[in-house]
């Protein structure tokens, strides 16, 4: 705290001395640039792909990732790829497609792709990187392919892009829910307070992968990509509230017999006044490390429902769908690079708890 | 005391009720009565099913009356142990799950031993030791296991016992065992194959209750009673153990509640990645083919199963924890 003055801080509001205060946990730090970065990276999804992640091939089937060269044979800087060829498998006598080094294909940026809409409004063509003259089943491949052929850089910019944003829209349900009840349980008290409290410890008691599953299993089949994505969500965020719902009552109730809001009351100030513009900003700061810790959470729960097939289904394409790929070992022998998924799930995950251990820390900024 | 026993069995009891309509809606829910279901799947498989059989079965279930009628035939039924018959497998419910249920009470029981047995020893180490470089080495695995879900982890040390061992590491017996009729060897060969799914299980919670644990244990030592003990020349060992170590199990044990909810829930997963013969592989498969009364009484099963142990555990709080005995007289 050295290189603020102690006038400035005497005189800074909550969310300054929060933010100041967060600035010294370096984790966390990285952890929300990082996590900044996937978002934008998810924003760009289709713009970053460079094939069609819905586009099937059977000759591109379980192409090995492949790196791009940058340099070309004389020495100048002409980025390409190699193209594929087809060879006959002696034994089996079946055509195998594998990479072949003699062919190079040139990587082209800001060429023009498959169509898609740019943050689901513009229609554009333009992707970040294309292939020039590329025969068919040629592809930059980045993290190889899978069984139908479809490539996987591709269609994990797009899972991200999915993955992240249900857990995004799932805690906004959980938080409504959770600031909504807790609140009611918190100013109410008595019995409300109490239907709602054993409501809750009666959702915690519950083993909630079956229910999710069982929930999940029933949604109609002719629903619509988007549709199952929200009621997934919903059914998520239904058994997720109640974390955020103990935060929010435990701090109404602390927050209940502090000075000043008895020094507000006495001034005459209305109770919606007192709520929203004294308690509220000073457990602001909780309920926003509640709700770093609790997207996580929502992340994995989607990823596991999709894993098992019962959460978001193909053509959708999320981190579950794409581990599904990898479930069994017989697969993984063939394609191990179907298991680089697992990657990004680990290192969002770690980096929303690393943010949430800052944001709770720097919540108490007089603690 | 009398007072708590109480509280936690009606929370208990409306817990299963909650989770008995929500298996039932799980029933319901797939378009259509489930009787159309059953005759459609009986037909498809070639055997005929009469209009009177099929009228006789919408009275036994009380179709086309209202929902709370046909609940409560549902549960009439459940209640003398008739849980109807799998539309899949043409057997009745009980039987298809046979030993299936006290695997995964056998692997969640595991899972929770594994974690008590891991967290309380690493959670005091790293809290006596703050700052050193095991709690430093324990504090990264720790958060490794909150972050990574268990299923990526049985997948990923699948692949690699794979690759370095060339060997599988599923299931919960040997092939040859797997179909045997129970015996020692058999119960012998459960233990083998048990350690890894529990603990594969258990690192996610351990992790969680590591953190718990050090906390509560950090806070305890900084209190002026253990300065005391100390002055009055008690050993370390017994300074640390005898008392802060007993005050911060309290809140350790009262997480217990909730940590076997989530074992449960984690075996159904885990159960289908590494091709475990629980109720985890039996309950997608129901559920991916519409066969709702396995299902549901899977559910039904698992919530009842988890209440019950979490009903144990709040017994086990109270014994550990004399506040609480205390606090009701």
Redesign the interface.
């Known amino acids: 705290m050295a290189q603020i003055d102690s006038e400035k801080y005497a005189v800074a509001t909550q969310l300054q001395l929060t933010w100041w205060r967060f600035r010294r946990h370096r984790l966390a730090m990285v952890s929300m640039v990082l996590l900044f970065a996937c978002y934008l990276l998810a924003a760009f999804a289709d713009f970053l792909a460079t094939t069609d992640p819905h586009a099937t091939d059977a000759r591109t089937s379980y192409i090995a990732p492949q790196g791009i060269h940058l340099f070309d044979d004389d020495g100048s800087l002409r980025p390409h790829v190699y193209g594929i060829k087809g060879v006959r498998d002696m034994k089996t006598f079946k055509l195998i497609y594998t990479i072949d080094p003699s062919r190079k294909v040139y990587i082209e940026f800001f060429g023009q792709g498959y169509e898609y809409d740019l943050f689901g409004l513009i229609p554009t063509r333009v992707h970040l990187m294309t292939l020039k003259d590329a025969e068919r089943g040629d592809g930059i491949y980045l993290l190889g392919t899978d069984l139908l052929g479809r490539d996987l850089w591709s269609r994990l910019m797009v899972a991200t892009r999915v993955s992240l944003t249900i857990g995004l829209v799932g805690v906004t349900i959980s938080l409504f829910l959770g600031v909504l009840l807790g609140g009611i349980s918190a100013v109410y008290g008595g019995i409300v307070d109490t239907v709602i409290q ?1 409501t809750i ?2 959702i ?8 999710w ?3 999940a ?2 949604l ?1 089949n002719d629903w619509s990509v988007l549709q199952i994505y929200f009621a997934i969500t919903i059914i998520i965020s239904l058994l997720a509230w109640t974390d955020l719902a103990r935060v929010v009552r435990g701090k109404f109730l602390a927050l209940k017999e502090e000075d000043f809001v008895m020094a507000a009351e006495l001034a005459g100030a209305s109770q919606g006044r007192i709520i929203f513009r004294h308690m509220l900003p000073s457990f602001a700061s909780h309920i926003i490390a509640a709700v770093s810790l609790a997207l ?1 959470a929502m992340i ?1 729960s989607e ?2 429902l999709s ?4 959460g978001l289904r193909p053509p959708a394409i999320s981190w579950g769908i794409l ?1 599904q790929d ?2 069994n ?1 017989q697969t ?2 063939l394609a ?1 690079w179907l ?1 680089i998924s ?1 990657i990004p ?2 290192v969002v ?2 980096a929303f ?2 943010l949430g251990d800052g944001l709770r820390d720097a919540a108490d900024p007089y603690g | 005391m009398i007072a708590f026993i109480t509280r936690r069995l009606l ?2 009891v ?2 299963v009720w ?2 008995s309509i ?2 039932f809606v ?1 029933i319901q ?3 259509g009565d489930f009787v159309d279901a059953y005759i459609a799947q009986l037909s498809s498989s070639g055997s005929q099913v009469s209009a009177a059989e099929a009228e006789n079965l919408r009275k036994l279930y009380g179709l086309g009356e209202p929902f709370y009628v046909q609940y409560g035939k549902w549960l009439a039924r459940i209640v003398t142990g008739d849980f109807g018959e799998s539309m899949e497998w043409r057997r009745p419910v009980t039987e298809v799950i046979g030993d299936r249920l006290w695997l995964t009470l056998l692997l969640s029981l595991s899972a929770l031993l594994v974690t008590w047995g891991l967290a309380l020893p690493i959670g005091i180490f790293s809290a006596v030791r703050q700052y050193s470089f095991a709690d430093y080495a324990f504090t990264l695995v720790g ?2 296991g ?4 268990n ?2 982890l049985a ?2 040390i ?2 690699f016992s ?2 370095w061992f060339g060997a ?1 590491v ?1 299931g919960l017996f040997s092939a040859e065992m797997a179909l045997a009729p129970w015996g020692w060897d058999k119960v012998w060969d459960l233990m083998k194959h048990l350690p890894l799914p529990a603990v594969i299980l258990a690192l996610g919670g351990t992790a969680q209750l590591i953190r718990i644990m050090r906390a509560n244990l950090l806070d305890e030592l900084r209190r002026p009673y253990v300065v005391t003990a100390r002055a009055k020349g008690l050993s370390e060992f017994r300074t640390i153990v005898k008392y802060p170590v007993r005050a911060a199990l309290n809140p350790f044990a009262s997480n217990i ?2 940590l076997f ?2 074992l ?3 075996s ?2 885990v159960s ?2 590494l091709g475990l013969p629980t109720v985890g592989p039996l ?2 498969k129901a ?2 083919a ?1 066969d709702m009364f396995l ?2 009484t ?2 039904l099963l ?2 009842v199963m ?2 019950v142990g ?1 009903f144990i555990s709040d017994l086990v709080l109270m014994w550990v924890d004399p506040r609480i005995r205390h606090q009701m007289d």
């Open positions: 054993r410890e009666v915690r008691s519950m083993p909630t992968i079956p229910l599953l069982g929930l299993a029933a109609p996580p994995i990823t596991s894993f098992l097939g019962l581990l990898a479930q070992i993984l022998a191990p298991l697992a799930v680990v995950i770690l708890n690393f | 929370l208990g409306m817990t909650l989770i929500l298996s799980i829910l797939p378009p958060f490794i909150i972050a990574v879900p299923f990526l997948l990923v699948m692949y794979f690759v599988s599923g509640a909730y909810p989530y449960v829930s984690g159904i997963i289908i990645v309950l997608v559920l991916v519409q299902a549901g899977i559910v698992l919530g988890t209440v979490t």
